[in-house]
Every structure is written in C-alpha cells, then in structure tokens.
T-cell receptor, first 112, second 113 residues
C-alpha cells in the first residue's frame, strides 16, 4: 500500500506555463518531504525538500507548498521550460527512520 | 568525481538464472539502498544497509539477496525465486541512515527472456 499518493500521473504544459503536482500522505509522523527529478534512463536526483515547520520553500522556479492540516504537499514549477520535461517523485520519511516512501511519479512534458 | 556507479546498465537473463547487479560508491556514505522501479509504481525499497556487514530487508525483499562487505560496495543478486524480475534497478546512498537525501546511480535495466 502506497503511503504517499501522487497526482496527476502525467501532465503536459506549454513553455512558460505552471506545472503543479500534488501529493497526499496519511502518516502524521512524516517530517521530511523531498521531491526528486528523474530524466529518462537516469537515476532520480534531489530537487527540493521541505520540513513541516514551514509552509513554503522556493528554489529558483521550483516551489514546495506544504499544508500540514490537510496532510498534503505540492510542487509548483513556474515558467516551465522544455528542459524541465522529466518524471517527478514526491517522497516522505519520518524522524530517524531511514526509509523514504515514494509516490508513483508524475511525467511532465513541456511543449515548446 | 564522486558518485555512484552501477553496472551493467543493461542485462538480459534467462528464466531460472541468478544475476548480480553491481553498485559502487566513492562518496564515503554509510548507508546504501536498492530500489526497484516499475512504471506507475514509483520506487520500492528492496534492501538497505546502514553500515558494513549489516543489512535489512525493505518492502519487497523476496527473491533478492545482498551483501555489504565493504563500505563502497553493495551488490544485489536477483535470484530465480524472484517471480517478476524484469525492472529498472536503482542503487542509492546517503551520508547517514537517518537522512532523506539519497544520491542515486544511473540504474540497471534487467530483462528476463
């Protein structure tokens, strides 16, 4: 059973548009929420991460929004570029636990 | 350059054969992990190791085995007991076991013929 539910499965956005990916979790013990970016044929790489003591974190064109009461977090990609075309995974872990629980992934396609 | 090296990148296996996937890291990380990636299912943890000579089962360990004799190396054996072994396998490491920041290799794609 997947502990982190991710949607949508895929999305297409025009260059310059905003891509939004949503994730929801049930385990209130989760306290670390990273996003990974994966290009075809490559391994995932950490993109940005947030802890529940803040509601938003921004790095360049990438922003995580976190809603603790709703147990949801989302990734916004502003001014989407063709180079952002990739699969994005949300994940969560708790305390001193080693294990990351991953969402199913969202394939983002940015059309030029 | 520091990183994680997985080999081979592509591997074909006949049913009933065991196969070993290599994973080497020069990041001096304590913890290492093996994940399996299937379309639409995200990444699922097979095994992990927090220190040398110690490893634990993840969520889908059946049909797999690992060893951790050196800090740098964490090979994964896909045995004939694994019912559906065709997948993309990813090795990862982290500085310590209790951090969520994983560094991944480029993966090994195993196809069973």
């Amino acid at each position: 059973q997947q502990q982190v539910k991710q949607s949508p499965q895929s999305l297409i956005v025009q260059k310059g548009g905003i891509s939004i990916i949503n994730c929801a979790y049930e385990n209130t013990a989760f306290d670390y929420f990273p996003w990974y970016q994966q290009f075809p044929g490559k391994g995932p790489a950490l993109l940005i991460a947030i802890r529940p003591d803040v509601s938003e974190k921004k790095e360049g064109r990438f922003t995580i929004s976190f809603n603790k009461s709703a147990k949801q977090f989302s990734l916004h990609i502003m001014d989407s570029q063709p180079g952002d075309s990739a699969t994005y995974f949300c994940a969560a872990s708790k305390g001193n636990d080693y294990k990351l629980s991953f969402g199913a992934g969202t394939t983002v396609t940015v059309r030029a | 350059d520091g990183g994680i090296t997985q080999s081979p990148k592509y591997l074909f296996r006949k049913e009933g054969q065991n196969v070993t996937l290599s994973c080497e890291q020069n990041l001096n990380h304590d913890a290492m992990y093996w994940y399996r990636q299937d379309p639409g299912q995200g990444l699922r943890l097979i095994y992990y190791s927090q220190i040398v000579n110690d490893f634990q089962k993840g969520d889908i360990a059946e049909g797999y085995s690992v060893s951790r004799e050196k800090k740098e190396s964490f090979p994964l054996t896909v045995t004939s007991a694994q019912k559906n072994p065709t997948a993309f396998y990813l090795c990862a490491s982290s500085r310590h076991a209790n951090t969520g920041e994983l560094f991944f290799g480029e993966g090994s794609r195993l196809t069973v013929l």
